[in-house]
Each structure stands twice: as C-alpha cells, then as structure tokens.
C-alpha cells in the first residue's frame, strides 16, 4: 500500500529584493519489497555402501533477494532410516552455501529420500530441496594369487 503527503517548501531571504518562493512537494511512500529466498540446486543425489563411511558432502545455495537480507532457517527431513541426514549451518541471514552430509552408519542396502526445508523468516515461505541416498551392498573382493604350477 502507498502513501503520499503533500506540501509546500518556503525559501526565503531577509535581503533578497523578491518574496519568499513556494516549491510544491510530493512524498510517496511505498513499502519495501520483502527478501525473497532462492535456492538451489533443488536435488542433490548420494552414492553410499553399506558399512563403508559416509559420502562426501555437498551443498546448495541460498540467495536473499529484495530489500534487506533475509533470515533463514534449514531443516532436514527424513522419510526413512532415521536421522541419517545433516546441515551446517543451520539458521542465518543472507546468501549461504548450507553443507549437506548424509551418516550412513547402520542403514541397510536400499533407497533413502529426505527433503531439506529452507524457511524464509521474514515472509514464512518455504523452499524445498529434495535429497536421494542409494545404498548399495558392499561386494566381496575375491583375489587369486597363484605361487606355483602343478
């Protein structure tokens, strides 16, 4: 919604040989657009094998659009397996790169999905990454090592 006032700014000289001059003023007032967060990429995939360490993290960015910086919060969910999933930093102000790690400690062979929801402070609206974790089976090694012919 705008506003506007309306008035008159009186210039004068006690020496000068004419009479004081009128300006006529407008002053509007329109709020300001409130920050907008974009985020991406909007999926991130995994590659894990079971017993075998965690992935390499990676991350997405926020970046805060209109006026002012906007404020954040970051929250993983995770549909099954558990908390597997975790983000750093969690909460702050402006653009970031959030780091997402999945811990793949006790998860079975199979399909993991989770999202990760980033919250715009000021205005309450939502982004949403998407996040894939493939758990794959650890495959036996066999090695032959052959030390004499018969």
């Given at each position: ?16 040989a ?9 002053l509007?007032?329109?709020p300001?657009v ?10 991130l995939?995994?590659q ?13 960015k926020i970046?805060s659009?209109?006026?002012?910086a906007a404020?954040?919060t970051?929250?993983?969910?995770t549909?099954?397996g558990?908390?597997?999933l ?12 959030i780091?997402?790690?999945p ?6 062979r199979?399909?993991?999905?989770a999202?990760i929801?980033?919250?715009n402070?000021t205005?309450g ?11 794959e089976?650890n495959s036996?090694?066999l ?5 004499s012919l018969?």
């Amino acid at each position: 919604m705008c506003s506007s006032d309306l008035g008159d700014i009186s210039i004068s000289s006690a020496g000068a040989a004419n009479g004081a001059l009128t300006i006529p003023v407008t002053l509007s007032i329109t709020p300001a657009v409130p920050p907008t967060l974009e985020v991406g990429p909007q999926l991130l995939t995994f590659q894990g094998i079971v017993r075998n360490g965690n992935p390499a993290a990676k991350s997405f960015k926020i970046v805060s659009r209109g006026s002012g910086a906007a404020g954040w919060t970051v929250l993983p969910l995770t549909n099954s397996g558990g908390n597997w999933l975790t983000v750093s930093p969690s909460s702050g102000e402006g653009d970031a790169t959030i780091s997402v790690a999945p811990q793949t400690a006790g998860l079975a062979r199979g399909l993991y999905e989770a999202s990760i929801r980033v919250t715009n402070r000021t205005t309450g609206r939502v982004e949403v990454v998407a996040i894939s974790l493939n758990m794959e089976r650890n495959s036996p090694i066999l090695e032959l090592n052959q030390t004499s012919l018969l």
